[in-house]
């Protein structure tokens, strides 16, 4: 069974920092692109960041260009997004999702909550 | 970067009754068009992918249609567990993965 859990969230002040992490088990995790996709308090989606298999490739949104930094695990089956110089707007659930292709997601996890607030 | 337009916003039906969702978007992105449903406290789980194949375990009663500019989302008689909300989400011209905003299924 895939199973996709992600930890790490919590609150933070504008400025800060956080790093998430996700847990991978049931799949072979060093074959498949990941994704962080978040979704802020009663809105819609948010595609966040996609990395490779290999982490050749590694794309962001506009919107966290230069402030987050995913990684990856292979050894480990785990996914990571540093997030730095936060701002009330990234508020969200973030959620870890394995990509089937082109940013589409076949699984995701449960969701960790970020709250930037002073 | 292509934007995803859905309609209704929201959709009140009754249970039995034959749900028809949109999915507009602002260029051609050929069959590259995926649905998803999300619950309330849940996260969303995949049901179409490339407009028209159901994804894993995903019930009959779901299925997908369109190409080009307008999808459709259909579940052909609604049981109780599918009122949710729905996202469309492209992969056409891929990143960003842009999502719709969302149709909300409600009870009639």
């Known amino acids: 069974e895939v199973q996709l859990v992600e930890s790490g969230g919590g609150l933070v002040k504008p400025g800060g920092s956080l790093r998430l992490s996700c847990a991978a088990s049931g799949f072979t995790f060093s074959s498949y692109s990941m994704n962080w996709v978040r979704q802020a308090p009663g809105k819609g989606l948010e595609w966040v960041s996609s990395i490779s298999s290999s982490s050749s490739y590694i794309y962001y949104a506009d919107s966290v260009k230069g402030r987050f930094t995913i990684s990856r695990d292979n050894a480990k089956n785990s996914l990571y997004l540093q997030m730095n110089s936060l701002r009330a707007e990234d508020t969200a659930v973030y959620y870890c999702?394995?990509?089937?292709?082109?940013?589409?997601?076949?699984?995701w996890g449960q969701g960790t909550l970020v709250t930037v607030s002073s | 970067e292509i934007v995803l337009t859905q309609s209704p916003a929201t959709l009140s039906l009754s249970p039995g009754e034959r749900a028809t969702l949109s999915c507009r978007a602002s260029q051609s992105v050929s069959s590259y068009l995926a649905w998803y449903q999300q619950k309330p406290g849940q996260a969303p789980r995949l049901l179409i992918y490339d407009a028209s194949n159901r994804a894993t375990g995903i019930p009959a009663r779901f299925s997908g249609s369109g190409s080009g500019t307008d999808f459709t989302l259909t579940i052909s008689s609604l049981e109780p567990e599918d009122f949710a909300v729905y996202y469309c989400?492209?992969?056409?011209?891929?990143?960003?993965?842009?999502f719709g905003q969302g149709t909300k299924l409600e009870i009639k």
């Open positions: 999702a394995r990509e089937t292709g082109g940013g589409i997601a076949d699984y």
């Open positions: 989400q492209q992969r056409s011209n891929w990143p960003p993965g842009t």
